[in-house]
């Protein structure tokens, strides 16, 4: 052993910390101090081979392939471990180096099958390549290789090929250490050493499919790719992600017109590379047979196939008739799941047609002008080296799970002190600093009372039942962060709470803290649709629509030679609401279900039933589709262009890699026929660039969002021209009926959508929907695990069986948003045919209620 | 012999506290805790010159002077013995825990630790069970908790037991095992002196170092570095197995030759027969023959003659021994030992045990030879392949942690010292030694204690 | 496998003996094994649960060492060292007589579940090679006659004869009790 005292050069590098001057092989180059010598290497031009460092996980120089010499240094430092230091030389070239790689090499193969022709990796592996570069001629091991069951399931998406494995730790180290679910591990030891899951459980890790991408050989394959394509055959695009609003940046890869295969883009601003399971693997529904393919119209009470003109034209009549009636005849919902050109299209369309009652949000988000306007508003990025961050929303793991590794990366690896103001816990919770688990509803009173103790305001409790150690923890960390550039996510934190002052008070505890805020929305273009204009209060750009008689509105007006209505518009609940009364002609929906995605279902279902008259652009027949009049079958994800906008307002950029089925139609490409014919004017568009081009001479707030700026990774982040600034905030005060059960009623990763429920890949994971309450309550109710109750709620009851979760607490009850209540399993799931008929969660919530409550009854039990 | 760790060794019942304290144990503790500073007992450790006992002998004294001024920190008594053919800190722990416990206490005073953990080898039930009673005793006399003998000073020793892995004996895989974590060994730099046992700063000790600590405050370091050589003060004990009619733990002045240790305490090689070769510190050590007998005993001067010191394992073979079966052992021994971390480690310790076996079991192919060697260089590049063996070949390493290399040279040294064995194994497609080995039917004398 | 309610004591305070409480998988570990004769799933479970690991994590760790049975095994455990000290004294002749007076193979249990024999590295006790261990006691030069009769008393499910000890011929405190006295300890951490 020689121990020795930290080294000189570490003393150096203080002295100069700017840059360090490294020289490898012979090439000169300069570093911030902390690069490892490998990418250090990188950045010179020249690549040290490897396997298991990976840029984004702690580097454990296991595989011992990246070895160098360094003058003046004993031994052979691995370079994906040796930080450089000022004047270094470094030889990566040399016999010794080059026989060391060889062995590398050689011993790596020993026991690797050669099974390249069959495997999924062949063609793009990294043992393969680098045994071509650095290799032994030819195989000396004569002995009988080591020997595995084959491929084994790790999980419903993974499946594990032990005799290719090289044992460079990468799943392992980014199951535990990016994704936080350890759920696969090294077992036994030496030569036997091999990667398993514990015996039953397998590796239910909503990241799991980053492993497969990280493996550098084909030892990890994907159940849903396995054997479908040779890496040669795949042609493949950059895109945007369009299952959450984090954006994340992929590649889409593609082969006769299907795309097989989704992986991640490491994009610093976004997703550093990783994507969540659904992201990954949630592409199959492109290919379902249930896409509409053609233009249908109710004829006699049926729908029946038509041609687009015919279905064109119906539409435009009808909504055309209905706008006789005023402006609130008419409705338009939806825009959030389409491109930021799309959904212009449609808040163009419906102004055109004379009414603001537009909106993207379906009463499940908060209000449009926070959500845009939010000010100053934080990046992802910024969580990385925020003060502190403060996490009033959903549960990040389960709607934005990207955004949740940033927040959990930034809490674990950089020590950001997390709080989260939540009614229940979360998946951040075990990372969480404080958790402030409060009464569900009542998150925004919790937000403005930190601010008020943020800014030494007397508060005499904690509001909303949150814990007074837990809330004086919170306040400390919070002031300790002022003027620190901390950050508050803010979002609703569930469907049956409306959680209405929730981003005022965001912004009101990000003001008194100095710091900045980022919203957050679900749906993947929520932010897109907003700032296109898909919200009764906002014009194309996010400026209000009643300050926006200045440059805005003009600007627009002139873009479209017609003058945009000024009645103050309806949001969604408004819409629906005066809908079910009867009082709206013609709904016009994008994207939008209201049957499976409002909140209220009885509210929608009503709201369907009376109104005369609906259009609904989709890309399956949804419930509400089969209720509509005209339905056009709409090209999605994959198969149009156009740009998208995260929750930072990251414009990036859809690219379109297969052609849609049938005579789909992107959306733009309809609406700007349907406004054609309703302005009487001639249509505009022949391409995604038309309506991007008039989108931003239009709206101010696009203007510097060039098409080239839009390009990569990195996009560019659009801002509002109207900032959020909110009034005097209050909360009335909301009665809580001990006897009942406060609902919190979140989403889960994995639901019963009309998308997931089409993807093969998921079929075989539970969403198997329970309500789920604290131990105390489950003993003071007398019902065990597995048990059904009865949820008696103001609008409907619903039978559902009951889960102990002490993340619930006392008094409230927890139920999955997107998951069928009473699903009867594969077969429906399988035809996605769900009718009208199975119960949600939705049938439960009254949505103009500030909080919804339900009593709980047991059931008689079955003899 | 010079016996100093070893003098209560035949001591009935030594290891009770009462029969330790009548024997003079605890007075040094006593001294040290109150009639010296923390400082001036490691000045005392410093004057000894000890070098540590665990096998890459370090000097002590100097390794506790890294510590950097960072509290908590930790020392970590090493008691996981699994270097073939070292027994010493078994006995040690067996008949004399108390020794080991004072030693801690007082090292831990020295250090200005407050939580110190032993971690013994799992196998050695019963000196776990004595090292846990003898740890509980000193807690009932106040040796140990809080306040101890009236001072300032808080100490909690925990016996911590492996659970089989001989890599948990190398400093870094210990911590991690100690940690709840598999026994895996870091990267160096940082060492534990400065991120150890919980990323603190963290001495690591060898149990026979660490039993030397009372000895040395009693007498005083100057007393100790009279023992011993110039570079290598002080006693040691050899563990001494194999072919020689009186195996055991000796403990002599480091200085005393590898001849008289076998010959004078050994009793020669057994029923006359000729020496063949001497592992003469442990497992990982290049092999010793005849003419290498009259080394001393002594760290530098073994290095000098292309081998270490190591643990202190004398293992004699006599002209009987089948070198390949050896070198097979050793190195299937190092095959089920290696963590499995590196590459060459994981994967050419297997190949090299595979090709071993092979030549022993009569599938030998001419080119076998050449190729371990081949595999061999995998690891430690600078390999030979020609000539004696020595230690320096196995610099510079590919692995993490030396145990990869310790396999190498139980491979290399054996083949090249005695390759024309090896390449008649070969040809005649068996092992030429008659009679390789051969049980005994009637008890030999038993090993000392 | 749960713990006792005595092990569950004793395992509460093993993991306060700790500066921080993952160090104590391994006694858990023991503690487990001890009390149900082999390391089962249920009792990794176990172990995780009571540290908040996920199995896996210990499952990983438990694998890494040998002493850890993972499957069910004989009643008694013969161990016989197979490393270069005891092989120089005939270590490999030994251990086929006992697999053939045990009739079954090392690696295994006896069919009747009487003896579970296994080969182990070298057990610190070279200069009394060739050396075994009987449910962790030492047998040292063990000749031929002594290996018959040491089987023949595991077999019949008695502690051989001729052994070096067991820590329950000195102390009465169960194998694995924390050596840190209930109450004494300081339990010096991170934090204070
Ligand atoms: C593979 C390997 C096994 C080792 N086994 C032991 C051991 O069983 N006991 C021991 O004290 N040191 C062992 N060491 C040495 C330790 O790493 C460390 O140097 C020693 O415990 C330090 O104590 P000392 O300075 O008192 O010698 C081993 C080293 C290696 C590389
Ligand atoms: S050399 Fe072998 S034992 Fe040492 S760290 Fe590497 S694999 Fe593990
Ligand atoms: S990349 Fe450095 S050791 Fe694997």
């Known amino acids: 052993m020689a121990d020795t005292k930290a080294s000189p050069e570490a003393e150096e590098s203080q002295a100069s910390p700017e840059r360090l001057k490294v020289t490898i092989d012979g090439v000169t180059t300069e570093v911030e101090p902390g690069t490892l010598l490998i990418e250090a290497a990188l950045k010179a031009g020249k690549y040290i081979p490897h396997f298991c460092w990976h840029p984004r996980m702690k580097p454990v120089a296991k595989c011992r392939m990246c070895l160098v010499e360094v003058e003046d240094q004993r031994g052979l430092p691995p370079a994906c471990t040796t930080p450089c230091s000022n004047e270094m030389v470094v030889h990566t070239d040399t016999p010794i180096v080059q026989q060391v790689q060889e062995s590398v090499l050689e011993l790596l193969l020993a026991n690797h099958p050669l099974d390249c022709p069959v495997c999924d990796r062949g063609g793009e592996c990294p043992l393969q390549d680098q045994t071509m570069a650095y290799g032994p001629g030819e195989s000396r091991f004569v002995e009988e290789k080591r020997h595995y069951e084959k491929p084994i399931a790790l999980s419903e998406l993974v499946l594990l090929d032990r005799e290719r494995c090289i044992l460079c730790d990468r799943c392992t180290r980014f199951a535990d250490e990016v994704a936080g679910d350890p759920l696969i591990a090294f077992v036994e030891r030496g030569n036997r050493t091999h990667v398993l899951t514990f015996p039953d459980e397998p590796f239910r890790s909503y990241f799991s499919g980053n492993t497969i991408e990280a493996c550098p050989v084909g030892a990890l394959t994907a159940v849903p790719y396995r054997f479908k394509a040779r890496p040669w055959d795949l042609e493949e695009v950059e895109s945007t992600c369009a299952q959450c609003a984090v954006g994340c940046r992929v590649k889409l890869q593609s082969s006769s017109s299907r795309v097989l295969r989704v992986l991640g883009v490491d994009s610093e601003e976004v997703n550093q590379g990783w994507l969540c399971d659904k992201g990954r693997f949630g592409f199959e529904y492109l290919h379902h047979d249930d896409r509409l393919t053609a233009p249908m119209i109710r004829i006699d009470g049926e729908l029946v196939e038509a041609s687009w003109g015919e279905a064109l034209d119906a539409a435009a009549d009808g909504i055309k008739r209905a706008a006789k009636e005023g402006p609130d005849a008419l409705g338009f919902l939806g825009g959030s799941r389409s491109t930021t050109e799309s959904a212009y299209a449609f808040s163009k369309l419906a102004r055109i047609a004379g009414t603001n009652n537009v909106d993207a949000q379906l009463g ?31 549960d990040l793991k389960e709607e934005l799970p990207v955004l949740y590794l940033r927040v959990k990366q930034a809490a674990l690896k950089n020590g950001v002190p997390l709080i989260e103001c939540s009614p229940m816990q979360t998946g951040l919770s075990r990372y969480a600093a404080v958790s402030l688990i409060h009464r569900a509803g009542e998150t925004a009173q919790l937000l403005s009372a930190l601010a008020g103790a943020a800014q030494r305001e007397p508060t005499d409790r904690p509001p909303a039942g949150a814990s007074a ?60 649709a907003l700032f296109a204009g898909c919200a009764p209060d906002l014009l194309p750009g996010g400026s209000r629509l009643a300050d926006g008689d200045g440059g805005s509105r003009a600007a627009i007006e002139k873009a479209w030679g017609r003058a945009v209505p000024s009645h103050e518009g309806r949001d969604a609940s408004g819409i629906v609401t005066e809908a079910a009364r009867g009082n709206v002609g013609a709904l016009v929906l994008m994207g939008a279900d209201l049957i499976d995605d409002f909140p209220d279902r009885s509210l929608g279902l009503e709201a369907i039933g009376r109104t005369g008259f609906i259009v609904a652009i989709d890309i399956f027949m949804t419930p509400t589709a089969a209720a509509a009049d005209v339905v056009f079958p709409a090209a999605t994800f994959g198969e149009q262009s156009g740009c998208v906008v995260n929750i930072e307002g990251r414009v990036t950029r859809q690219v379109a890699k297969v052609a849609p089925p049938g005579s789909s139609q992107p959306e733009w490409y309809l609406l700007d026929q349907l406004t054609s014919r309703i302005s009487g004017k001639p249509a505009r568009w022949t391409s995604h660039q038309d309506v991007f081009e008039e989108m931003a001479a239009a709206a101010p707030a696009f203007a510097e969002v060039t098409r080239a700026s839009i390009e990569g990774a990195k996009g560019t982040v659009v801002r509002a021209s109207d900032t959020y600034a909110p009034q005097e905030i209050e909360h009335p005060p909301i009665a809580t009926d001990q006897y009942n059960h406060r609902v919190i009623a979140g989403r ?75 699903s009867s399993g594969a077969d429906e799931k399988e035809t996605g045919e769900s009718a009208l008929h199975p119960i949600r969660v939705a049938d439960l919530i009254d949505s103009t209620a500030a909080v919804n409550e339900v009593r709980i009854e047991t059931l008689e039990s079955p003899a | 012999m010079t016996e100093v760790l070893l003098t209560r060794i035949s001591e009935p019942e030594a290891w009770r506290i009462d029969r330790y304290k009548e024997l003079g144990g605890y007075e040094a503790l006593a001294k040290a805790l109150k009639s010296m500073t923390p400082e001036e007992v490691a000045e005392e450790v410093k004057t000894s010159e000890i070098r540590g006992r665990g096998g890459a002998g370090f000097p002590t004294g100097v390794k506790w002077g890294f510590l950097p001024d960072v509290y908590p920190r930790y020392l970590v008594i090493n008691a996981d013995e699994g270097e073939p053919g070292t027994f010493k800190d078994r006995e040690l722990i067996e008949f004399d825990p108390h020794q080991l416990v004072e030693g801690t206490i007082i090292a831990a005073y020295a250090l200005k630790v407050n939580w110190s953990a032993i971690y013994i080898r799992g196998e050695m039930v ?168 009259d080394t001393p005993l002594d760290f530098d001067a073994i290095a000098a003659a292309g ?94 942690c030396v145990l990869g290399p310790s396999a190498v040279t139980a491979m290399a040294a054996p083949l090249r010292l005695f390759r024309e064995e090896f390449e008649e194994h070969i040809r005649l497609g068996a092992c030429p030694k008659a009679a390789g080995t051969g049980i005994t039917t009637q008890d030999r004398k038993a090993s000392r204690g | 496998m749960s713990f006792s309610a005595e092990n569950r004591r004793i395992a509460d305070r093993i993991v306060a003996q700790y500066p921080q409480s993952e160090s104590a998988v391994l006694p858990l570990l023991h503690l487990a094994q001890s009390q149900d004769g082999w390391l089962s799933p249920d009792g990794m479970r176990e172990v995780a649960e009571i540290l908040g690991l996920e199995p896996a994590q210990v499952f990983s760790v438990a694998s890494f060492y040998t002493m850890y049975l993972r499957e069910p095994a004989g009643k008694k455990i013969i161990s016989v060292c197979n490393n270069i000290s005891c092989m120089l004294q005939g270590s490999d002749e030994l251990l086929e007589r006992i697999e053939h007076r045990l009739g079954s193979k090392c690696g295994h249990s006896t069919s009747g579940g009487e003896v579970y024999l296994e080969e182990v590295e070298c057990l610190a006790a070279c200069g009394g090679a060739p050396c075994l261990q009987v449910d962790g006691e030492y047998f040292e030069n063990v000749t031929i006659e002594a290996a018959d009769s040491i089987v023949d008393s595991a077999m019949r499910g008695e502690r051989p004869e001729g052994g070096k000890g067991l820590p329950s011929d000195f102390y009465s405190e169960p194998l694995g009790a924390p050596s840190i006295p209930e109450g004494l300890g300081a339990n010096e951490g991170e934090g204070s």
């Not at chain 1, 449009?368 to 959903?394: E, K, Q, T, W």
């Not at chain 1, 004086?472 to 300790?480: F, G, K, N």
């Open chain 2, 126 to 293: 019963l000196g776990a069970a004595r090292l846990e009673n003898a740890v509980r005793d000193a807690y009932g006399a106040g040796y140990l908790g809080k306040n101890i003998l009236g001072t300032e000073f808080d100490l909690d020793i925990v016996v911590h037991r492996g659970a089989g892995a001989y890599i948990c004996g190398e400093e870094t895989a210990l911590l991690s095992s100690l940690e709840g974590q598999r026994g895996e060994p870091r990267l160096k730099p940082p060492f534990p002196a400065v991120e150890g046992l919980y990323a603190k700063p963290t001495i690591v000790n060898n149990v026979e170092t660490i039993s030397a600590v009372p000895h040395i405050v009693n007498k005083g370091g100057a007393w100790y570095a009279s023992l011993g050589t110039e570079k290598s003060r002080g006693t040691k004990i050899f563990s001494l197995s194999g072919h020689v009619n009186r195996p055991g733990n000796y403990e002599v002045e480091l200085g005393t030759t590898f001849r008289s240790l076998i010959d004078d305490y050994g009793l020669g090689v057994r029923g006359g027969n000729k020496l063949k070769a001497v592992i003469p510190g442990g497992a990982s050590s290049v092999w010793f023959v005849e003419e290498d007998l």
């Open chain 1, 748 to 822: 889960k990763l994995y639901g019963d959508g009309q998308v997931s429920g089409r993807c093969t890949a998921f079929r075989r994971i539970d969403t198997k929907a329970v309500a789920r309450l604290n131990s105390r309550d489950m003993s003071r109710l007398g019902v065990e695990d597995g048990v059904a109750v009865r949820l008696r709620g103001a609008r409907a009851d619903l039978e559902i069986a009951v889960m102990t979760d002490d993340s619930v607490p006392e008094g409230s009850v927890s139920v999955p948003f997107n998951r069928i209540a009473t």
């Open chain 1, 469 to 528: 150690t837990d809330f004086q923890r919170a306040v400390e960390i919070i002031s300790e962060a002022c003027d620190k550039n901390a950050v508050v996510i803010a979002g609703r934190t569930g469907l049956a709470t409306s959680d209405g002052e929730l981003g005022a008070s965001a912004t009101q505890l990000a003001e008194a803290i100095g710091g900045l805020v980022l919203p957050v929305a679900h749906r993947a273009n929520t932010m897109g």
């Open chain 1, 364 to 394: 499940d988000g908060l209000e449009a002008a926070f959500l845009v306007g939010a000010n100053p508003r934080a990046s992802i990025a910024n969580l990385d080296s925020a003060a502190a961050i403060v996490v009033a929303g959903p």
């Open chain 2, 307 to 400: 081998s270490m010191l190591g643990s202190g394992a004398v293992i004699v073979m006599d002209e009987t021994t089948c070198a390949v079966r050896a070198a097979a052992r050793l190195v299937k021994f190092f095959s089920h030992e290696s963590c499995g971390q590196c590459t060459p480690c994981r994967e050419g310790c297997a190949w090299m045990y595979k090709i071993l076996t092979r030549i022993e079991e009569g599938a030998g192919r001419s080119e076998d030879l050449d190729l371990l060697l081949s595999v061999g260089s995998g690891i430690t590049p600078a390999l030979k392949t020609e000539g004696r063996m020595a230690m320096s070949e196995v610099l510079p390493y590919t692995t993490i």
